[in-house]
């Protein structure tokens, strides 16, 4: 097996991924019944803040089982036809995570670019941390 490092391995991936802005997420969110996935740990939800917007909270180990349809411990609302826009902190991680679904049978699994960070500052509804309000 010969290592590309993590860029082309992202790269890859990504050619398979039908990505969306911010505004599209929260669009499809709103208006097309997406599922949003917040897949960033606990403390980092705590530490940055959370989307204000119908989503889960699927923390990056558990993700594939609990949205792959034929798993035991899959969420009610697993389906291999639902649109499942993963979210991380900075859109890198959600786009691996995305892949994995995909490869699970999520079909129309994808990822949101420049996760949290990019909704927080394009102005989207966010909660953010009592330290960083303003």
């Given amino acids: 097996m010969t290592a590309h ?5 992202l790269d890859d991936v990504r050619v398979g991924l039908d990505r969306v802005t911010v505004r599209e997420a929260y669009d499809e969110v709103l ?3 997406a ?5 960033r740990p606990a403390a980092q ?4 803040g959370e989307v204000d917007v119908p ?3 699927l923390e990056r ?14 969420i009610p609302q697993a389906a291999a036809d639902l649109r499942v826009l993963v979210l991380c ?16 049978g999520v079909t129309r699994a994808t990822d949101v670019v ?10 989207l509804p966010s909660r953010l941390p009592a330290e960083r309000l303003p």
Avoid at 5 to 9: E, N, R, S
Avoid at 35 to 39: E, S
Wanted: glycine fraction near 10%; aromatic fraction near 8%.
């Fill in 45 to 48: 939800r705590a530490a940055e």
């Fill in 31 to 33: 208006h097309a019944g």
């Fill in 61 to 74: 180990n558990v993700l594939e089982w609990r949205l792959d349809p034929w798993s035991e411990a899959r």
């Fill in 5 to 9: 490092g993590i860029t082309a391995v």
């Fill in 55 to 57: 989503a889960i909270v």
């Fill in 35 to 39: 599922l949003l996935v917040d897949i």
């Fill in 89 to 104: 902190q900075e859109g890198y991680a959600s786009s691996l995570a995305a892949e994995s679904l995909q490869r699970v």
């Fill in 114 to 123: 420049g996760g949290f960070q990019a909704w927080h500052e394009a102005g």
